[in-house]
């Protein structure tokens, strides 16, 4: 599968910007109000988003990178889950669920000039990190733990894939404050 790494930076920055300008919708007690115990707040969906960006999928690319293919020990292949959302180049169209925790529910934004920010330092890195992928053997992998091994351009790709499908949660949580 052919990746184009700018055409991903062009959609990633379009959505992000949708999701930086619905911010002027809300009041911080919008974006802080829990549909249900165990849900998510909007806000929450913003910092998750952020976090996952910088934590999850920049860290990968960056471990790709610096990864030494084959002899590493880090190829590998897709699980048919990732196998799946590469072929239809989205999440499918579910809600998945986890399971509360600390380590991975997110915690409530303190500001909408977090998110913005967060927002903004997402795009700034995702701008940094595409030109030097294409000079990322794509046999250097990193795992994802549903997905299995993804090359970094796989990994840029996912960026955008995973702001797309949370946009049907945003629009199931703006349903509920907007009613």
């Known amino acids: 599968m052919h990746i184009d790494t700018k055409q991903t930076l062009e959609r990633f920055e379009e959505i992000v910007s949708l999701y930086r300008q619905q911010l002027d919708r809300y009041e911080m007690d919008q974006l802080t109000r829990t ?3 165990g849900e998510w707040s909007l806000g929450q969906v913003y910092v998750h988003l952020i976090q996952t960006t ?3 999928q920049l860290r990968q690319i960056e471990a790709c990178r610096e990864n030494g293919g ?3 020990g880090t190829v590998g292949e897709k699980t048919e889950p990732g196998k799946a959302v590469f072929d239809l180049g989205a999440f499918p169209p579910i809600r998945i669920r ?3 925790s600390d380590a991975y529910t997110p915690r409530q934004p303190e500001s909408k000039e977090q998110l913005v920010d967060g927002l903004n330092e997402v795009v700034r890195r995702m701008r940094e990190v595409e030109p030097s992928l294409e000079g990322i053997p794509a046999e250097n992998t990193a795992p994802h733990p549903r997905l299995g091994k993804l090359n970094a351009k796989e990994w840029f790709a996912l960026a955008e894939m ?17 009613v």
Do not use: I, N, Y
Request: hydrophobic share 50%; net charge positive; no cysteine.
């Open 54 to 56: 910088m934590r999850m």
């Open 98 to 100: 986890v399971a509360a």
């Open 162 to 178: 995973h702001f797309r499908h949370h946009l049907r949660q945003k629009e199931r949580l703006d349903a509920l404050l907007f």
């Open 70 to 72: 084959p002899a590493s």
């Open 35 to 37: 549909p249900e115990v």
